[in-house]
């Protein structure tokens, strides 16, 4: 009988995602360990001076440095890969680390790229503020019109960068008419999946090129460490993106990378109990409240399209209590489980306001342009008992006479 170990990829390609999440990328060490080492160096040696130089020159296989390469980053990087079911993938030391090491290899001075309006503060600081300087433009538009996407392209467009469901409105993108669009003008789709994980969204069966990760979301999944990844072709990943990584050095650490691969172990099970959490509290919230926005929900007016691209729901919701800021803050203050936080994918429920928090850095009128509004909560539902947070829910809302 032969014991499979977690890198021969006929074997692992073969296996389910919560399979590959547990198995897929183990490199055992002499030990027989079950669950993968953590290897903490920086360095490695050689046995021979001309080890060395063969491995430089890349003539011979193993590790020379560990910007380049380590053992425990690969064993993560490969699980993704699996999971993603993307031919290879990348890890970096954040969120913001991958987006902005996609955007900045991908893209030259004088080249143009869209971006769907509503997107983590932090994307849309890169879009409007920092690649402008090197000599990259954008064009903004309403992501969930897929004649804007059309619309925007020029001759000098590379790239189209959206988020589905967005951040913090929930609002979606239909993946594969965007990406058809972009195919037929020979540009290349980022996807920022953070709110789905590849559980709950795959944006490769729609067509995507490459999907990049907060993997300090869902993927650790309990509020420890930050960390991204971009999961994509062979071509992307070796010639575009790894010159780049290996040269400017957004590396993930060992320890981190360790911590998120013992995440993935209960990725699909954490995914889908938060999203049943998400889907009861959003079905329960509606009634209480003016309007929430949830892709699991029958009024989200993009609904059909959820059921096309989503597994579930998500685990994420939109509030919209109907007054003001004043309002909103009441709520947060009269909560007794869930936190005032402005984490999203953890363990435990948090909420946060919008306006005064992640997106404080946006110009007003372009926050409402996205539809953030004084009124509005996000809400990162968790993984505690749906009742108690039903609980703290229903008495903070009596408590501002909702
Ligand atoms: C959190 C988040 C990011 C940034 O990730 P970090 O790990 O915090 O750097 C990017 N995009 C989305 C949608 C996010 O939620």
Known sequence: MKRHTGLDRNITRKWRPATQAIR???????????????????????????DAAERFA??????????MQSPTVMMLEEKLALIEGAETSRTM????????????????????????????GSCRWLSDSLLPRFGITAT????????????????????????????????????????????????????????????IQKPMDFGVDVVAYSATKMMDGQGRVLAGSVAGSNKFVNETLLPFIRNTGPNLSPFNAWVVMKGLE?????????????????????????????????????????KKQMKTGGTVLALFLGKDRQQALSLLNNLELID??????????????????????????ERLAMGITEDMLRFSVGLEDVEDLKEDLDQALRKIGL
């Open 24 to 50: 897929g990328g183990l490199v055992r060490s002499e030990f027989g360990e079950t669950s993968e080492a953590l290897f903490l160096t920086s360095g490695y040696s050689y046995e021979r001076a001309e």
């Open 58 to 67: 890349g003539e011979q296989e193993g590790m020379i440095y560990s910007r």
């Open 93 to 120: 030391s954040t969120g913001m680390a991958a987006m902005t090491s996609v955007l900045l290899s991908a893209l030259s001075a004088g080249d143009h790229f869209v971006i769907g309006r509503v997107a983590f």
């Open 140 to 199: 903004v538009v309403d992501g969930a019109d897929v004649q804007q996407w059309k619309d925007a392209i020029q001759p000098n467009t590379k790239l189209f960068f959206f988020e589905t469901p967005t951040n913090p409105t929930l609002e979606l993108v239909d993946i594969e008419a965007v990406c058809n669009i972009a195919k037929e003008a020979g540009i290349l789709t980022v996807v920022d999946n953070a709110f789905c994980t590849p559980v």
């Open 266 to 306: 209960t990725l699909e099970l954490r995914s889908i109990r938060q999203s049943e959490n998400a889907q009861i509290l959003a079905e329960f919230l509606e009634k209480r409240i003016p309007r929430v926005s949830y892709p699991g929900l029958k009024s989200h007016p993009q609904h059909a399209l959820a």
């Open 340 to 365: 005032i936080s402005n984490n999203l994918g953890d363990t435990r429920s948090l909420m946060t306001h919008p306006c005064s928090t992640t997106h404080s850095g946006v110009a007003e009128k």
